[in-house]
């Protein structure tokens, strides 16, 4: 992410005329001496499904809270939707946002969907779906509610849109916050651990909420320990090791065939 404020950059075409959706170049983070993100580059195109895998502490959920800017990167890129992320350097030298309107425009196309479920307790789960695209978008209230139906009804849970948050399970929860994730429209959809916090017999139906959105062709970068999940979904899988991207590569090579030593040990106590 450059320091210095830079221009929008076009949306580049891969090869195969995919739209660049999210691109992170020498990505870095540092929290006081502790160096987390050492370097990390990866991309993704319209419809690829990102699987990032790697032991505790190996910077997964700090990579992607630095790509929806809930942290500042040491150094580094990040462009979504072409559009380069600016950061500039304040009075301490520390990182901070160039511009808090881009940041705000930023995460309006990214969908973030965090491991605790983060609904807001005193609203009602059609509250919560509406309540961005309301309150922060400008949509119509009318228009919100019609196509936050939609969603709930999408992740199975239309009968459920006037219930509180405390009087669902942890998986209806999570369910539901992915259809508030979906209700900004993101460009990318954003997962940290989605079933980490759910208890086994929940595990199921969240993932089978991902999986759809995966076979629609729904971009994702998806932090998960479900590795067989990871390997029927995702397009491609990065493995990380203390900050740094040990290995990557198309799951069926990752998981198949894995070339690191690190990676096959870490394939072997998972598995």
């Keep these: 992410?450059?320091?210095?404020?830079?221009?929008?950059?076009?949306?580049?075409?891969?090869?195969?005329?995919?739209?660049?959706?999210?691109?992170?170049?020498?990505?870095?983070?540092?929290?006081?001496?502790?160096?987390?993100?050492?370097?990390v580059s990866l991309s993704?195109?319209?419809?690829?499904?990102?699987?990032?895998?790697?032991?505790?502490?190996?910077?997964?959920?700090?990579?992607?809270?630095c790509i929806n800017?809930?942290?500042?990167?040491?150094?580094?890129?990040?462009?979504?939707?072409?559009?380069?992320?600016?950061?500039?350097?304040?009075?301490?030298?520390?990182?901070?946002?160039?511009?808090?309107?881009q940041i705000e425009r930023i995460r309006s196309r990214l969908g973030?969907?965090?491991?605790?479920?983060?609904?807001?307790?005193?609203?009602?789960?059609?509250?919560?779906?509406?309540?961005?695209?309301?309150?922060v978008l400008g949509v119509k209230r009318d228009k919100a509610i019609a196509e936050a139906q939609t969603l709930l009804d999408r992740v199975g849970l239309a009968e459920k849109r006037d219930v509180y948050p405390a009087y669902l399970s942890g998986g209806q929860q999570q369910r539901g916050a992915i259809a508030r994730a979906?209700?900004?429209?993101?460009?990318?959809?954003?997962?940290?651990?989605?079933?980490?916090?759910?208890d086994p017999e929940l595990v199921g139906e969240v993932l089978k909420v991902i999986g759809d959105l995966a076979r629609e062709g729904r971009t994702m970068v998806l932090v998960t320990h479900e590795m067989k999940f990871a390997r029927e979904v995702a397009t491609?899988?990065?493995?990380?090791?203390?900050?740094?991207?040990?290995?990557?590569?198309?799951?069926e090579e990752i998981f198949g065939a894995p070339k690191s030593e690190r990676l096959k040990q870490f394939i072997r106590s998972i598995g």
């Design 112 to 135: 973030m969907v965090f491991q605790s479920f983060n609904l807001w307790s005193h609203l009602t789960l059609l509250e919560n779906v509406i309540e961005v695209p309301v309150h």
């Design 1 to 39: 992410m450059s320091m210095a404020g830079t221009a929008a950059n076009p949306s580049p075409l891969a090869q195969d005329g995919a739209a660049e959706a999210l691109h992170i170049e020498s990505l870095h983070k540092k929290f006081g001496d502790l160096h987390v993100l050492k370097g």
């Design 182 to 198: 979906l209700a900004i429209q993101p460009r990318v959809m954003l997962f940290d651990e989605p079933t980490s916090a759910l």
């Design 44 to 65: 993704a195109r319209d419809g690829d499904v990102i699987a990032i895998i790697g032991g505790s502490g190996s910077g997964k959920s700090t990579l992607l809270r």
């Design 69 to 101: 800017c809930l942290e500042n990167p040491t150094s580094g890129v990040i462009r979504v939707n072409g559009e380069q992320i600016r950061l500039k350097a304040d009075s301490h030298g520390h990182t901070i946002p160039a511009d808090r309107r």
């Design 236 to 251: 491609h899988v990065v493995y990380l090791y203390n900050g740094l991207v040990e290995e990557e590569g198309p799951p």
